[in-house]
């Protein structure tokens, strides 16, 4: 074999290599896309249910139900084809990584079917339609299968906005699966990362339901079906939709006048862009040790054994394996710092020798009142970083500037406002 040919064999080889990693991430996507898609639902269904349990006919449970049920013959499909595709090369890769699938979805199914349970449960088909599913999946026996859909009385009316919305996680997905490509990797999600995003999902959807709570009429309900239909519509083609948000200015509480009357909220935000915290300014390193030690004490507390079995506590590792901890502990540190400004010292100008001053006098603090505000504000914790989440994932759409100084301004003055209500506000009525 001359040089010519030697090259080319060693082309055609490293062509065919590239192309085997391109599949082989196609492959993880799917798996994982899927499974993040369905267990987003069976959370939602989850929450929907609590919603509901005195009133477990409610169309908008057997809504939930059927968008379960819509999710699993959805799924079947994407099998069926995967299985087809790849029943000669890489059908190992397959097995393999719905096998690791298999174990979270297994999971999340006994977490979630087996709490409680509906008190019509013997006219909802979903825990059987999903353990079926469970058991196809795991022997490899999936097909085109067609689950039937419960029987309700809402009839589903064209709306150009759903349609807008489903097109545009068509071509969000077209994205990702070109990006994957091009790509030749995937950066496949851990059990805790599927269902940390699905948490989020379940608080998401309490928080919808708790914002078109209707009088008991027909034609609210109506509308609460639609508006609850309408939002939901794009979680079965894909989790990275930044366009389901609206603004952070829903979580506006009734004590925001009087803040606003006080202008606290501006000198609040003045006072974060003198830190540097918007344009990430070298100021900011003047707070490392404090925070670095803040969060360390953070850490060691979330890990110890005695506290796991605190709601706040666990919040608080959601946040870390989200990466948002050490960002909810800056602001925490933050505010102290700026009620020391505002409350204690009365500046009235922000002054060049005030960073040392504050940093000397306050070393920051980190007591149980931490996780408790963090955990009363989980909806909106939950929202802010599924939407930082989305933006960075998501590339080259139109909105993608959406996420905009003004919305991180709202949201730190939301965060604010908890803390404030934690620590003082109890003082000073």
């Not at 492959?27 to 994982?32: G, H, S």
């Given at each position: 074999m001359n040089k010519i040919e030697t090259q080319q064999s060693y082309n055609q080889t490293q062509i065919y290599k590239q192309q085997q990693q391109q599949e082989?991430?196609?492959?993880?996507?799917?798996?994982?896309?899927?499974?993040?898609n369905l267990i987003n639902l069976l959370y939602s269904r989850k929450a929907i249910h609590e919603y509901f349990q005195d009133d477990p006919t409610n169309p908008l449970v057997i809504l939930s139900n059927n968008k379960v049920i819509l999710q699993l013959n959805l799924s079947s499909g994407i099998h069926t084809d995967l299985q087809y595709q790849y029943k000669n090369?890489?059908?190992?890769?397959?097995?393999n990584e719905k096998s690791i699938a298999l174990q979270t979805l297994k999971y999340v199914a006994q977490e979630l079917m087996n709490q409680g349970g509906t008190q019509n449960q013997h006219q909802d088909p979903t825990k059987d339609y999903l353990n079926q599913f469970i058991q196809n999946y795991e022997d490899d026996k999936l097909h085109l299968n067609q689950f039937q859909l419960q029987s309700t009385n809402y009839v589903p009316q064209f709306n150009e906005q759903v349609l807008s919305k489903i097109i545009s996680s068509i071509q969000v997905v077209d994205h990702q699966t070109n990006q994957v490509r091009q790509n030749g990797s995937y950066q496949k999600p851990t059990q805790q990362q599927l269902l940390d995003r699905a948490y989020v999902y379940f608080h998401m959807t309490k928080q919808k339901l708790n914002q078109i709570n209707p009088q008991n009429?027909?034609?609210?309900?109506?509308?609460?079906?639609?508006?609850?239909?309408?939002?939901?519509?794009?979680?079965?083609v894909n989790i990275a939709n930044p366009q389901q948000f609206t603004t952070s200015n829903a979580y506006q509480t009734q004590d925001q006048t009087t803040f606003k009357n006080n202008n606290e909220q501006q000198?609040?935000?003045?006072?974060?862009?003198?830190?540097?915290?918007?344009?990430?300014?070298g100021i900011q390193q003047v707070f490392d040790r404090e925070i670095t030690s803040l969060y360390n004490w953070v850490i060691q507390t979330i890990n110890d054994p005695k506290n796991q079995n605190y709601y706040e506590i666990q919040f608080a590792k959601f946040l870390e394996s989200n990466r948002q901890l050490r960002h909810q502990i800056i602001l925490h540190y933050y505010f102290q710092l700026f009620v020391d400004y505002y409350y204690t010292r009365s500046y009235q100008e922000l002054q060049t020798n005030?960073?040392?001053?504050l940093v000397s006098n306050n070393k920051g603090t980190i007591d149980k009142g931490f996780y408790s505000y963090q955990y009363n504000q989980k909806d909106l914790i939950e929202k802010f970083i599924l939407k930082i989440t989305q933006m960075n994932q998501t590339q080259n759409i139109p909105n993608k500037e959406v996420f905009t100084n003004q919305e991180i301004q709202d949201y730190i003055w939301q965060m604010y406002q908890s803390y404030w209500q934690q620590y003082y506000k109890p003082q000073k009525n």
């Open positions: 082989e991430a196609l492959i993880e996507y799917y798996v994982y896309q899927d499974l993040q090369e890489l059908k190992n890769k397959l097995k009429n027909q034609t609210q309900l109506n509308n609460k079906q639609e508006t609850y239909f309408q939002g939901q519509q794009d979680n079965i000198k609040l935000i003045s006072f974060f862009q003198f830190l540097g915290y918007f344009n990430q300014t005030l960073i040392s001053d």
